[in-house]
């Protein structure tokens, strides 16, 4: 990025998951005529980068572009990320957003942003990016983006429908990625994409391989997944878990643990070899999270009733919670019987409290040394993630962010651990 203080400055809105958190730094990383601002107010631009996972995601990016018109000046608005597919032409026939443009062409947007004519350009599905990231701004952990699309149909998701079909990123051009940021200081990195465990599958490679080499590179302390299917955790895999460079936290996306439901929502793991995946890597000393669906349509209190005693059996110690909100365009949108949400809210205390006190447990019966990397300052504590993903505020006379610690005198809370760093 260049910056200068006679060119125009473009703010950018993020929404959503990780994928696009990466998406904008490719966006950034391609400005050559224009500078960044972390400012809203100063922006002559504001881009974008949209989510459309849910009905409500939408209905977030169309309150935003709303709230622009009380800035002191006016900025353009520009469109970009999933809700192109959607929504965008709505938004762009009721000229409530300036330009648009999709996930094929962001690498386009310096061009795009110097056109002074409106413009809708959606692109493709099959993109995959060239560029690579030197920095990720305001971030201490770089994120890395793998793969795009998904091959997957789960009835309640669009996302295959704005990402296209799986493909995943060369190894070379990821390698080379990772070795730049650690060579500017990043020391953990985050694989994302919108289906990870699908990385190589068709180019004769595999996650595990990839991973194999990243930690070849200099620099590289510690690596995370974003969330992966329990199918996608094969042999290869599992033969790495112990290997230092390893997070010792693994975020796999169940949905669900009734058979039943599972079977609505046409997801491909089973309740039975995904808890003997789940123990199997308990015992390998590995926290472990869940994505996690309530209320979905057909959810039965006997559906429900039994989700929850399978879930219990489950060691689990984190959990992406959500209450089901319908998606045009997805087989979900239409099923019966829909829960009411007063139903689905009590369902979803009752989930998430169990997996707090999971959290917690497990946190209060571990005896390993915390290796966390602190990431940022807030009200004079600083807040770091250890290597269980689990938030760890510590109290120190020294500017600790960007800095790796190592803790063995801490304290458990029930919402997080607490230590001093002298």
Known sequence: MNFSQNKPKVYFKTFGCRTNVFDTQVMMSNLK??????????????VINSCTVTNSADSTARGYINSLKKLPKTPRVVFTGCGVWTKGETLFKEDKVDSLFGHSEKEKINELLLQEERFFQAGDLTHIDETIVEEFVGKSRAFIKIQEGCDFRCSYCIIPYVRGDARSYSEDKI?????????????????????VGSYGKKQHTSLAKLLKKMALIKGVRRIRMGSIEPIQIDDEFKELINEPFMAKHLHIALQHTSKEMLQIMNRRNKVL???????????????????????HPGETEKIWKEAMENLHKFPLTHVHAFTYSKRDGTPSATMKPEIKGDIAKIRYNELTSIIEQKNYDFRRENNKTLEVLVESVKNGKYIGLDQFFNQIEIDSPVDLV?????????????????????
């Open 402 to 422: 960007g800095d790796w610690v190592f803790l063995d005198d801490y304290k458990v809370e029930l919402e997080k651990n607490v230590a001093r760093f002298k």
């Open 175 to 195: 390698l080379e990625q990772v070795t730049t940021l650690a060579a500017n200081g990043f020391g953990e990195f985050i694989l994302t994409g919108t289906n």
């Open 273 to 295: 070899s995904d808890l003997e995946l789940f123990e199997f890597l308990r015992d390998n000393g590995y926290a472990l999270g869940t994505d996690f669906i309530v209320g």
């Open 33 to 46: 005529d224009f500078e960044v601002t972390q400012e809203e107010k100063d922006a002559d631009v504001v």
